[in-house]
């Protein structure tokens, strides 16, 4: 039995831990040395047995070998006539795979887990028992629903970890929800995300009515056989797929989830909304990669609603005071970076910016949540500052990770930013798919959020930890560093934001294209369409000349710094916040419309959900008045008829028995008349018998 | 010539007559004497076959006819002084005591 | 003259069939009672002489001696002795009653007559010679009556006798002043 076969344990492991934590711990209420050993043994082993497997696998099985463990049949249907007529078999097995791009998966979402678990213990070790048993249980869950998510084998399983992981995203994100504004903020994450459920059933449902299979290894292979064939399917599918994207990802528009998302704890905000669940549609764009390859118009989507999101959030980030809120803002703009890659081909680039967010931005939430903690639940910047002596750890972690985010070279954000952008920027030279103009403009908003990233987040920095304390004197008597079980994993993430991205230079720049890992390590995925042409990877590699491309590089560094410089003028030194101060009285409007998020909430409110909620009354109102009133009207009805029949059984039916009665006095009065007393008429009634008897007499002696 | 078809026409045209003075009369005596010509058509009858048949029998019961005719003429006369006597009058439909 | 000869039985006897026919209607007719009776003793005495044309004399006797002597007697006494209630200036008829009367009468009238002719009759004439027989042998009407009453129908002779007692005895009941005036049940005073 090798560790590959294992690898429907790697989620069974947390979902372990989690049924132990949320039915024995939390109702026993356990000790906390308790709920620590099981949920941390639950996420520990699946680390753990997770890069086991990938390493067994790539030894033995090899990188182009997708390895599948088939546990049984799921759903049984029977035979479906599919689109090209034929019967399709609905067969659907609970089975999980491990190639590339899942393997990549497991090996970060495991290990930033883990990672997270131990920061929670120290983070939530103030909590209740009970509530501290119900939060690891519910980690738990949502560890198995992501390794569900990635670990899946057909559209299908991937859907049950998909929903999974909204579910857990709205149980932890309510995790304090005796606060009203936090249960709205995690019914709000739901329903939003449920919004990008049903764009993602109906893929499933087209897939299916397409290609007769949900199983990755079966319609993959036939879509990149016949593309021509499949081509307007594979819009659909994929335009249909990207929906679930948006919502699971917080793309425009329906990324209004996730700022509020940061009601929840800390440690939540960086596993879920920074590292794994946020991913998930990115994972699955790039799982799809042959249908989007199929499709330019699929992929210009895909690739305008990355662009634009990466630079509308980074707008509203640049004037936020919540630091949550402003890495929140940050992780929409990154993910709208990571569907820029996607949109214009550069599945790899994609990808790798996904595990290089992963370890920075984590770190940075984690790094957040230290400062928190040590400000006592503050989360206004403007009442922080100078931090950098009290919390030097939790600083240079900060620091670190905030380089890599904007895009510096060496540390790990660099370098996938630059090759999305770059990937933009060649898509844009070579007219990919006809849409050179379209994929031009979205290298130029990708190089002018690069701009902004750094330098929001550079405000963030110097806001935080430079400068004087802005919080009072006695909330600076309670500024101490964290925990080791905090600091411990900030720092393990720091490393990897700072070497992280080696594992993706972009070796050809110097004549080695051997020398980048990841597109090596992730080539088996990107599978070879039919002829060539029209698929992203496939597109000419020399529509940009190397010494433009370096000249990119430096562009994109040059800006990065530009970004900088521009933070450090505005809110370093002696003239720190009274610069931006200025700008914003002189652009009062601007200032308002970034710091109210574009009003995007209220727009919403004031249109989709007014809306709904006027129609549900309208169709309260029908309810009550149509469908009420017929019923009453039956009830009326019913009244009425039962009137009239009794009108009629008085009329009608005591009207014949009366009418018998009648009868009888009629007739009686009659026959009185026979008996008078009166003998002649007695002698004529005498007549008339004789006469009726001799008749009857001679008719019966006639016959 | 004259055969027993004549006189019982004769008979049944009798019958038929007093029939109906008896019922039709309001004088009570006249109805009495409308019986009486009833009993005459019956002897009639009795007489007319009594010849025909060669039967004595036929005037033997002629004979009983006539003496209950008889007896009963003196009931009905004896019924009229009595009614006279009570409702001093022979109309027969002012003698009823039954009500309606 | 010939044929007055040779058809006299039917001429006599169509002309006192007319007449009977006549004198009835007048009894069924006639307003005064008086008339009435007159008018049957008319009808008796034509009966009495149809008797005669079948060889019953002695029935005819008795017809004439009893009906036309007795029976029109008590009814003219009766008639008399009441004072002759007449009925008034009304009706002589029950107007109500009349017509569907004589459409009884009629009507039965028809139908014995039907049964009377979906019968047989007796022809022949041969009786003459057997009513004045006894045994065979002739001893005139009256005796041959007397014997068969006194021989073969003692018995309704005895209770007819007893009737006509009876009768006597009613008649007498009935003509007592107190009962007919105090009604039944009532002290009788002689």
Same mark, same amino acid.
């Given at each position: 039995?090798?560790?590959?076969?294992?690898?429907?344990?790697?989620? @069974?492991?947390?979902?372990?831990?989690?049924?132990?934590?949320?039915?024995?711990?939390?109702?026993?209420?356990?000790?906390?040395?308790?709920?620590?050993?099981?949920?941390?043994?639950?996420?520990?082993?699946?680390?753990?047995?997770?890069?086991?497997?990938?390493?067994?696998?790539?030894?033995?099985?090899?990188?182009?070998?997708?390895?599948?463990?088939?546990?049984?049949?799921?759903?049984?249907?029977?035979?479906?006539?599919?689109?090209?007529?034929?019967?399709?078999?609905?067969?659907?097995?609970?089975?999980?795979?491990?190639? $590339?791009?899942?393997?990549?998966?497991?090996?970060?979402?495991?290990?930033?887990?883990?990672?997270?678990?131990?920061?929670?213990?120290?983070?939530?070790?103030?909590?209740?028992?009970?509530?501290?048993?119900?939060?690891?249980?519910?980690?738990?869950?949502?560890?198995?629903?992501?390794?569900?998510?990635?670990?899946?084998?057909?559209?299908?399983?991937?859907?049950?970890?998909?929903?999974?992981?909204?579910?857990?995203?709205?149980?932890?994100?309510?995790?304090?929800?005796?606060?009203?504004?936090?249960?709205?903020?995690?019914?709000?994450?739901?329903?939003?995300?449920?919004?990008?459920?049903?764009?993602?059933?109906?893929?499933?449902?087209?897939?299916?009515?397409?290609?007769?299979?949900?199983?990755?290894?079966?319609?993959?292979?036939?879509?990149?056989?016949?593309?021509?064939?499949?081509?307007?399917?594979?819009?659909?599918?994929?335009?249909?797929?990207?929906?679930? $994207?948006?919502?699971?990802?917080?793309?425009?528009?329906?990324?209004?989830?996730?700022?509020?998302?940061?009601?929840?704890?800390?440690?939540?905000?960086?596993?879920?909304?920074? *590292?794994?669940?946020?991913?998930?549609?990115?994972?699955?764009?790039?799982?799809?990669?042959?249908?989007?390859?199929?499709?330019?118009?699929?992929?210009?989507?895909?690739?305008?609603?990355?662009?634009?999101?990466?630079?509308?959030?980074?707008?509203?980030?640049?004037?936020?005071?919540? @630091?949550?809120?402003?890495?929140?803002?940050?992780?929409?703009?990154?993910?709208?970076?990571?569907?820029?890659?996607?949109?214009?081909?550069?599945?790899?680039?994609?990808?790798?910016?996904?595990?290089?967010?992963?370890?920075?931005?984590?770190?940075?939430?984690?790094?957040?949540?230290?400062?928190?903690?040590?400000?006592?639940?503050?989360?206004?910047?403007?009442?922080?500052?100078?931090?950098?002596?009290?919390?030097?750890?939790?600083?240079?972690?900060?620091?670190?990770?905030?380089? $890599?985010?904007?895009?510096?070279?060496?540390?790990?954000?660099?370098?996938?930013?630059?090759?999305?952008?770059?990937?933009?920027?060649?898509?844009?030279?070579?007219?990919?798919?006809?849409?050179?103009?379209?994929?031009?403009?979205?290298?130029?908003?990708?190089?002018?959020? *690069?701009?902004?990233?750094?330098?929001?987040?550079?405000?963030?920095?110097?806001?935080?930890?430079?400068?004087?304390?802005?919080?009072?004197?006695?909330?600076?008597?309670?500024?101490?560093?964290?925990?080791?079980?905090?600091?411990?994993?900030?720092?393990?993430?720091?490393?990897?934001?700072?070497?992280?991205?080696?594992?993706? @230079?972009?070796?050809?720049?110097?004549?080695?294209?051997?020398?980048?890992?990841?597109?090596?390590?992730?080539?088996?995925?990107?599978?070879?369409?039919?002829?060539?042409?029209?698929?992203?990877?496939?597109?000419?590699?020399?529509?940009?000349?190397?010494?433009?491309?370096?000249?990119?590089?430096?562009?994109?560094?040059?800006?990065?710094?530009?970004?900088?410089?521009?933070?450090?003028?505005?809110?370093?030194?002696?003239?720190?916040?009274?610069?931006?101060?200025?700008?914003?009285?002189?652009?009062?409007?601007?200032?308002?419309?970034?710091?109210?998020?574009?009003?995007?909430?209220?727009?919403?409110?004031?249109?989709?959900?007014?809306?709904?909620?006027?129609?549900?009354?309208?169709?309260?109102?029908?309810?009550?008045?149509?469908?009420?009133?017929?019923?009453?009207?039956? $009830?009326?009805?019913?009244?009425?008829?039962?009137?009239?029949?009794? @009108?009629?059984?008085?009329?009608?039916?005591?009207?014949?028995?009366?009418?018998?009665?009648?009868?009888?006095?009629?007739?009686?009065?009659?026959?009185?008349?026979?008996?008078?007393?009166?003998?002649?008429?007695?002698?004529?009634?005498?007549?008339?018998?004789?006469?009726?008897?001799?008749?009857?007499?001679?008719?019966?002696?006639?016959? | 010539?004259?055969?027993?078809?004549?006189?019982?026409?004769?008979?049944?045209?009798?019958?038929?007559?007093?029939?109906?003075?008896?019922?039709?009369?309001?004088?009570?005596? !006249?109805?009495?004497?409308?019986?009486?010509?009833?009993?005459?058509?019956?002897?009639?009858?009795?007489?007319?076959?009594?010849?025909?048949?060669?039967?004595?029998?036929?005037?033997?019961?002629?004979?009983?006819?006539? !003496?209950?005719?008889?007896?009963?003429?003196?009931?009905?006369?004896?019924?009229?002084?009595?009614?006279?006597?009570?409702?001093? !009058?022979?109309?027969?439909?002012?003698?009823?005591?039954?009500?309606? | 003259?010939?044929?007055?000869?040779?058809?006299?039985?039917?001429?006599?006897?169509?002309?006192?069939?007319?007449?009977?026919?006549?004198?009835?209607?007048?009894?069924?007719?006639?307003?005064?009672?008086?008339?009435?009776?007159?008018?049957?003793?008319?009808?008796?005495?034509?009966?009495?002489?149809?008797?005669?044309?079948?060889?019953?004399?002695?029935?005819?006797?008795?017809?004439?001696?009893?009906?036309?002597?007795?029976?029109?007697?008590?009814?003219?006494?009766?008639?008399?002795?009441?004072?002759?209630?007449?009925?008034?200036?009304?009706?002589?008829?029950?107007?109500?009653?009349?017509?569907?009367?004589?459409?009884?009468?009629?009507?039965?009238?028809?139908?014995?007559?039907?049964?009377?002719?979906?019968?047989?009759?007796?022809?022949?004439?041969?009786?003459?010679?057997?009513?004045?027989?006894?045994?065979?042998?002739?001893?005139?009407?009256?005796?041959?009556?007397?014997?068969?009453?006194?021989?073969?129908?003692?018995?309704?002779?005895?209770?007819?006798?007893?009737?006509?007692?009876?009768?006597?005895?009613?008649?007498?009941?009935?003509?007592?002043?107190?009962?007919?005036?105090?009604?039944?049940?009532?002290?009788?005073?002689?």
């Amino acid at each position: 039995m090798k560790l590959y076969d294992l690898i429907w344990l790697i989620p @069974i492991l947390p979902l372990l831990g989690a049924i132990f934590n949320g039915l024995v711990s939390n109702r026993l209420g356990l000790s906390k040395s308790v709920t620590n050993a099981v949920a941390l043994l639950g996420s520990g082993l699946a680390w753990l047995l997770g890069w086991g497997a990938i390493v067994q696998w790539v030894l033995d099985l090899g990188i182009h070998h997708t390895h599948v463990v088939r546990l049984f049949s799921w759903i049984q249907g029977g035979s479906l006539r599919i689109l090209d007529g034929s019967l399709a078999e609905v067969d659907i097995s609970a089975s999980f795979q491990l190639d $590339a791009v899942s393997a990549l998966m497991v090996f970060f979402v495991t290990f930033v887990g883990f990672l997270i678990h131990v920061y929670s213990v120290g983070y939530m070790h103030d909590e209740s028992d009970r509530a501290y048993a119900r939060y690891f249980s519910y980690l738990n869950l949502f560890m198995f629903s992501m390794l569900v998510l990635v670990l899946g084998s057909n559209l299908a399983v991937l859907f049950v970890g998909w929903e999974g992981v909204g579910l857990c995203s709205y149980l932890l994100i309510g995790f304090y929800f005796e606060k009203d504004w936090c249960a709205a903020a995690g019914m709000k994450a739901f329903i939003v995300n449920r919004i990008g459920d049903w764009g993602f059933l109906l893929a499933i449902f087209a897939t299916f009515m397409v290609f007769g299979t949900l199983e990755f290894t079966e319609f993959f292979p036939m879509a990149a056989a016949h593309p021509e064939h499949f081509a307007s399917a594979a819009t659909v599918i994929g335009l249909l797929l990207f929906v679930g $994207a948006i919502g699971k990802s917080a793309q425009i528009p329906l990324y209004v989830w996730l700022p509020d998302a940061m009601a929840g704890p800390t440690p939540v905000s960086a596993l879920i909304h920074a *590292a794994t669940m946020v991913t998930a549609g990115v994972y699955m764009v790039v799982r799809c990669n042959v249908i989007y390859r199929l499709s330019p118009t699929a992929m210009l989507v895909v690739a305008i609603v990355g662009g634009i999101t990466a630079i509308f959030a980074a707008t509203i980030g640049l004037v936020q005071n919540d @630091i949550k809120k402003v890495l929140a803002y940050s992780t929409v703009s990154q993910l709208g970076y990571m569907f820029l890659g996607a949109g214009v081909g550069a599945f790899v680039a994609a990808i790798f910016h996904v595990l290089t967010h992963a370890f920075f931005k984590a770190c940075l939430f984690l790094g957040s949540g230290s400062v928190i903690h040590a400000c006592g639940g503050e989360q206004d910047i403007r009442k922080m500052g100078g931090l950098k002596k009290y919390m030097p750890t939790t600083y240079w972690t900060f620091l670190v990770a905030t380089l $890599a985010i904007s895009g510096i070279p060496i540390f790990a954000g660099f370098f996938s930013k630059d090759e999305i952008l770059f990937k933009a920027f060649e898509a844009g030279a070579s007219d990919l798919n006809h849409f050179g103009s379209a994929y031009y403009t979205l290298w130029v908003l990708g190089m002018v959020g *690069a701009v902004l990233t750094a330098f929001y987040m550079f405000r963030l920095v110097f806001m935080t930890f430079h400068g004087e304390f802005r919080g009072g004197e006695e909330a600076e008597h309670h500024l101490h560093e964290s925990p080791w079980t905090m600091t411990m994993p900030l720092v393990v993430l720091g490393v990897l934001s700072i070497f992280g991205g080696l594992v993706g @230079i972009p070796g050809k720049l110097f004549h080695h294209p051997e020398w980048n890992l990841i597109e090596r390590f992730l080539e088996p995925i990107i599978l070879p369409i039919g002829h060539a042409a029209e698929g992203g990877h496939d597109v000419s590699h020399h529509a940009v000349s190397l010494g433009m491309e370096w000249g990119l590089v430096f562009l994109s560094v040059g800006v990065a710094i530009f970004g900088i410089w521009l933070a450090y003028r505005f809110y370093m030194g002696v003239e720190a916040l009274v610069r931006p101060q200025r700008l914003a009285e002189r652009f009062p409007l601007a200032h308002k419309l970034l710091l109210n998020k574009y009003w995007m909430d209220e727009i919403y409110d004031a249109t989709v959900i007014s809306g709904t909620v006027k129609g549900s009354r309208g169709l309260w109102e029908f309810d009550a008045r149509v469908v009420d009133g017929a019923v009453n009207g039956t $009830a009326l009805t019913t009244v009425g008829s039962s009137f009239m029949s009794g @009108i009629f059984d008085l009329r009608v039916v005591d009207g014949a028995v009366n009418l018998i009665a009648t009868c009888y006095d009629v007739a009686s009065r009659w026959f009185r008349k026979l008996q008078v007393g009166f003998a002649q008429g007695y002698a004529m009634v005498m007549v008339f018998g004789a006469a009726i008897l001799l008749a009857v007499y001679y008719l019966f002696k006639l016959n | 010539m004259i055969g027993a078809t004549h006189y019982v026409a004769l008979s049944l045209i009798l019958l038929c007559i007093g029939l109906v003075g008896l019922m039709v009369r309001r004088n009570f005596i !006249t109805v009495l004497m409308s019986l009486e010509l009833m009993f005459n058509a019956v002897n009639i009858n009795l007489i007319a076959f009594s010849f025909r048949l060669g039967d004595l029998a036929g005037q033997v019961l002629a004979i009983f006819v006539i !003496t209950i005719a008889a007896a009963e003429a003196a009931i009905g006369l004896g019924l009229i002084i009595a009614l006279v006597r009570l409702k001093d !009058t022979v109309a027969l439909e002012e003698a009823d005591e039954m009500g309606g | 003259m010939d044929f007055l000869i040779a058809n006299f039985g039917a001429i006599l006897f169509y002309v006192v069939a007319v007449i009977t026919v006549a004198a009835a209607v007048g009894v069924v007719t006639l307003r005064n009672p008086v008339h009435a009776a007159v008018s049957l003793l008319l009808a008796f005495v034509m009966v009495a002489v149809l008797f005669i044309m079948n060889h019953a004399e002695f029935l005819a006797a008795v017809q004439v001696l009893v009906y036309a002597g007795g029976i029109m007697v008590l009814y003219l006494f009766v008639i008399m002795l009441v004072k002759i209630r007449d009925i008034g200036p009304g009706k002589v008829f029950l107007s109500g009653i009349a017509p569907l009367a004589v459409l009884g009468g009629v009507v039965l009238g028809c139908l014995i007559a039907i049964g009377i002719l979906l019968g047989s009759m007796a022809a022949g004439d041969g009786g003459a010679a057997a009513m004045t027989a006894i045994d065979g042998e002739t001893v005139g009407n009256t005796e041959a009556v007397g014997w068969l009453l006194y021989m073969k129908y003692l018995v309704p002779f005895e209770i007819v006798s007893v009737v006509l007692l009876v009768a006597m005895i009613g008649a007498i009941v009935f003509g007592r002043r107190d009962v007919a005036l105090a009604g039944a049940g009532e002290e009788v005073e002689p």
